[in-house]
């Protein structure tokens, strides 16, 4: 018997990964369209509770409502104490924000 | 054609047992480099999909909402300010919004109480986001109870618990009637905690923003847009940890290309010299060097994108889930739509294929131009 060739594989290999790839678009693709209808609930929901932000960092006030805040607020009692929760970091302040500041000083 | 074909096929052939000779070097650099498309992916696409999410999600916001700020802080707006506002051209009503947030010692969580616009809630009730529900493990008909500023105790009934699907907006979100509310926050009569406009014309906006500010110097209105660009500038690339990750992983690609482009090993070289030597064309050294780095770059890249996408779309990105997670104690259990921006995915495919790819055949060009006596040497 012939053995198998090493580009027989390879090629098997990468096409199955272009395979999975195509699958994977597929299936963004219909879960979109699923989950659409979910999301309409969700701005539904929004506009008849009057909600301004996603609810992704729950520890600090800035980082739940981050449109909301000011540049005060991270810093707590004094402009040179440190904004000391992690998602700070990660939710840095939104630009009109830093417009703001920028009129200020 | 055919022949063209089996041509590649035996320079594969060649290129594969080549790599085979070398696999512990090259299988930790597949290794290293799926990693690193996996880790870029996947900020990619979480980033990308709550982007579009909120888009989605927030056009419903408030049109503008106008807060009150004293000494550089916020304060509570008096709600007589209202009848300035409503006396600007083009807005249609002005309705108060009171909310506020509450930390559960017990728990050691924040819940962000609201009164709802258009959703009626009874006195003596409350409905409370999925995420509440979870962590108190507090269900329809049970009892909650919340401490007023003047230390009195307040119990409410659980009328209803929000959706779990709405958990990316509502997860720490309480309900509460407008009576109830003034009592529990102490939130003085006659003031709320800020006022929502709505205009007849979405396009006048930003000129009433503008006119309150002139009517009323201590106010501060925020108008949608911000509220949406909001998202899409902390989730842009250029913003906090975004930039902390690509920084590294571009670091690693710097070093995955400094390693390729400064040469070639004794035994590489050693190779190329001997491929000459038996009559192989330079075409024939650089074809073969395109093919081998182009298997471990579409390798790593179709799969690190492959697992990323089941990291952030089936798993909730839980890599990153310690990092989002921070120190809150009630964090919303989502499901992200996986909103896949394709500009990105292509991005992404020519930041890391092409110059990889590249790397591996400019060293091999440099060798394979040599008189191979020399570089057999």
């Known amino acids: 018997m012939k053995p198998s060739r090493k580009s027989t594989f390879f090629l098997c290999s990468l096409a199955a990964l272009v395979l999975l790839f195509a699958v994977m678009c597929v299936h963004a693709r219909v879960r979109q369209a699923a989950e659409m209808a979910g999301i309409g609930r969700m701005a539904a929901m929004v506009r008849e509770v009057g909600l301004t932000d996603l609810c992704l960092f729950t520890e600090a006030s800035y980082t739940r409502n981050p449109s909301q805040t000011d540049l005060q607020t991270p810093f707590q009692e004094h402009p040179v104490s440190l904004e000391h929760f992690p998602s700070g970091s990660l939710m840095p302040p939104p630009e009109h924000q830093k417009d703001n500041h920028a009129a200020i000083h | ?377």
């Open chain 2, 1 to 377: 054609m055919l022949q063209s074909i089996e041509r590649q096929r035996h320079l594969i052939d060649f290129t594969l047992s080549s790599l085979m000779r070398r696999k512990g070097k090259n299988f930790s650099v597949l290794f290293v480099y799926t990693l690193v498309v996996f880790l870029l992916a996947s900020v990619m696409f979480f980033t990308s999909a709550l982007r579009k999410e909120a888009h989605l999600v927030l056009t419903n916001a408030p049109e503008i909402i106008v807060q009150r700020s004293l000494s550089g802080r916020f304060s509570f707006i008096p709600v007589d300010y209202g009848k300035k506002l409503a006396d600007i051209r083009g807005v249609v009503s002005v309705r108060e919004r009171l909310w506020g947030y509450y930390y559960d010692p017990e728990f050691k969580a924040n819940y962000t109480f609201m009164v709802p616009e258009k959703l009626p809630v009874e006195q003596g009730t409350i409905a409370i986001g999925a995420g509440i529900s979870n962590t108190r493990h507090a269900y329809e008909g049970d009892i909650l109870s919340f401490t007023s500023p003047d230390g009195v105790l307040r119990s409410y009934t659980v009328k209803s618990v929000l959706s779990e699907e709405s958990q990316l907006v509502a997860a720490d979100i309480i309900l509460i009637s407008t009576e109830d509310y003034r009592v529990l926050s102490g939130i003085p009569p006659g003031h709320a905690t800020d006022l929502v406009l709505t205009v007849r014309n979405s396009k006048e906006i930003a000129t009433i923003a503008e006119k309150i500010k002139k009517i009323l110097p201590d106010s501060r209105p925020i108008i949608r847009d911000e509220i949406i660009r909001t998202y899409d500038a902390v989730f842009n690339w250029r913003s906090g940890i975004m930039i902390v990750i690509l920084c590294v992983a571009l670091l690693s690609f710097v070093i995955f290309a400094w390693d390729r482009a400064t040469g070639l090993s004794a035994e590489e070289k050693g190779e190329i010299g001997i491929l000459k030597a038996v009559g192989w064309e330079t075409s024939d050294v650089l074809l073969m060097k395109f093919w081998e780095g182009a298997a471990i770059s579409l390798t790593a890249f179709l799969a690190g994108v492959l697992l990323a996408y089941v990291h952030v779309f089936f798993t909730s990105s839980a890599l990153f889930l310690p990092v989002l997670k921070g120190w809150s104690t009630l964090y919303p259990d989502f499901r992200l739509v996986p909103f896949i921006d394709v500009n990105q995915v292509i991005t992404l495919f020519f930041l890391t294929v092409v110059p990889y790819t590249i790397t591996t055949i400019v060293p091999a060009w440099r060798a394979a131009t040599i008189d191979p006596d020399s570089v057999m040497r």
